[in-house]
């Protein structure tokens, strides 16, 4: 289960990863989210193919989780303040269940069956609407003190000046480097520049076009999409020097730029990195999209039985 804000993805998943079938079901935001556990746990009975049985179940969940009791403290986009997702879950199907957020989950299904290719050593970075991570190290998520591990996206990159950010602080990676930062950096270069190609744009302008023109040469969008992938590869190698991953893998709609992205973005990083760090690690382009969760999400369902069963 992924839920989200506007819909919930399910899926069946065999134990090996093998996707057997997902859907979505929209997210009851009524009465502060109290119907949507038994709304998931109604559609997957409606979807449980006749003899199969359920033998765990994982969730990624937004919002500020107790990690252990499987406890929303807090999800804004669906209304629950402490909400005992987890409980509600697994007396309503009747196994056990496990959550965490949905991009550590990512970074997991990304690890499992994605561009993580089974190693324990990987830094996920999603580059969307914001900017999300996970960290993984010695096979393991890494959580932290209070389950904030991984928000890669606070990392304070412009020290000066920098644009205010949804987290209350100032000059975040993730006013820079994330689809709606790189926007707004080409919308700033636009206002000092009316030579680009860009211009024709302006009122819709998108990170697909900024990066599209960059390919075709365009100067302006060059310099915005190095100016982004400085402040990403700067980031990403300072966690490297600490964390030394194996993968480095890039997630996320801006993502799909694919090699215009990652070439500037290995540059920076080989230069701030120390050169042990760069040699070991690979920087990769995630492969299952919005499907990683999903996979996360049976990945910690299963670690969790397999523990259970170890006891």
């Not at 989200?4 to 134990?15: D, E, P, Q, R």
């Not at 209070?146 to 890669?152: A, C, H, R, W």
Request: negative net charge.
């Amino acid at each position: 289960m992924d839920i989200g804000g506007t819909s919930v993805k399910l899926a069946f998943l065999t134990g090996e990863g093998e996707l057997l079938k997902k859907w979505e079901i929209p997210t009851n935001r009524a009465d502060e989210g109290r119907h949507v556990a038994k709304e998931i746990a109604a559609s997957i009975r409606e979807n449980l193919e006749e003899g199969a049985v359920i033998v765990g179940a994982g969730v990624g969940a937004p919002g500020f989780i107790e990690l252990e009791t499987g406890f929303i403290y807090h999800a804004v986009n669906i209304g629950w303040r402490d909400y005992p997702l987890r409980e509600e879950l697994e007396v309503e199907l009747g196994v056990g269940v496990k959550i965490d957020n949905d991009a550590n989950l990512a970074a997991l299904g990304e690890k499992w069956r994605g561009a993580g290719d089974g190693s324990d050593e990987v830094l996920f970075v999603t580059l969307g609407t914001g900017v999300g991570g996970g960290i993984i190290t010695n096979g393991e998520i890494l959580h932290g003190a209070s389950g904030m591990g991984g928000e890669i996206g606070h990392i304070t990159s412009v020290f000066e000046g920098g644009a205010p950010c949804n987290c209350g602080n100032f000059g975040c990676l993730e006013t820079v480097s994330s689809a709606t930062g790189i926007v707004r950096l080409a919308k700033e270069a636009l206002d000092q520049n009316r030579e680009s190609t860009l211009h024709t744009l302006r009122s819709e302008l998108t990170t697909k076009a900024v990066f599209d023109a960059c390919d075709q040469g365009d100067e302006l969008a060059k310099g915005v999409v190095q100016q982004a992938m400085t402040y990403l590869g700067i980031a990403l190698a300072n966690l490297s020097n600490a964390l030394n991953p194996r993968k480095i893998v890039i997630g996320g709609g801006v993502s799909k730029a694919g090699e215009t992205l990652l070439s500037p973005l290995r540059e920076v990083f080989e230069h701030y990195a120390l050169p042990r760090v760069a040699e070991s690690a690979e920087f990769k382009i995630a492969h299952l999209g919005n499907d990683a969760g999903i996979y996360g999400a049976v990945w910690i369902a299963k670690e969790a039985r397999e523990q259970r069963a170890g006891k």
